[in-house]
Structure formats: C-alpha cells, structure tokens
Nanobody, 115 residues
Framework: QVHLVESGGGLVQAGGSLRLSCAAS????????MGWARQAPGKQRELFAT???????SYADSVKGRFTISTDNAKNTVYLQMNSLKPEDTAVYYC?????????WGQGTQVTVSS
C-alpha cells in the first residue's frame, strides 16, 4: 500500500508558475514509476508526466518544455514544476505511483489558471 499526498495547488495567472509536491509513504526507490495526471471538468484523467526509479522522464506534448517532474528520494517526494501556465492547464492534479503492478493515486490538488 502506498499513500500519496499532494500539495501546492492554487490560483495563478496565465504565464505564471507553480510547484506541486507529492509526499509518498513508500520509499521512492521501491516504486517502478511515479507520475502526475490531471483531470479537467468533463474530461478524462490524463497522465502527462512520469519518472522511473532510474530517473528517466517522459511528458505529454501538451506540457513538454513547460513542466518538469523530479524526485527527492531522501524525502520520498515527487515534484512538478509548472512554468508558462495556460488557462487550459486548469484541472485537478493527481500524483500517481506504480508498485508491483498496482496503481496508487493521491487525493488531488486544484490548479486554476486565470486568463
């Protein structure tokens, strides 16, 4: 079982930045992959950034070049640095972890980008 707690969401103007944090109850080195997903009203949840235990990252085209996922293994925390935010980035953001073939999700944090 892995518990994930996100923080750092809020309201920001277009062009601004936010950093989200996700504290994990398990050692990050045990997790196969961690990532960030988001869900806007009326849309499906989209996994847009992942990082493996070896540090390899991947991003959806919609956030590539603007968002950066990183980890601090000593703190068992995953971060999402979001720059050049757009109104279409408005969504609930969820932290994701994969351990032994099981998916785990946090409770989500709201990010609202005003135009």
């Amino acid at each position: 079982q892995v518990h994930l707690v996100e923080s750092g969401g809020g309201l920001v103007q277009a062009g601004g930045s936010l950093r989200l944090s996700c504290a994990a109850s398990a050692m990050l080195l045990r997790l196969r992959t961690m990532g960030w997903a988001r869900q806007a009203p009326g849309k499906q949840r989209e996994l847009f950034a992942t990082i493996t235990g070896g540090g390899s990252t991947s991003y959806a085209d919609s956030v590539k070049g603007r968002f950066t996922i990183s980890t601090d293994n000593a703190k068992n925390t995953v971060y999402l640095q979001m720059n050049s935010l757009k109104p279409e980035d408005t969504a609930v953001y969820y932290c994701n972890a994969v351990l032994m073939g099981n998916d785990y999700w946090g409770q989500g944090t709201q990010v609202t980008v005003s135009s």
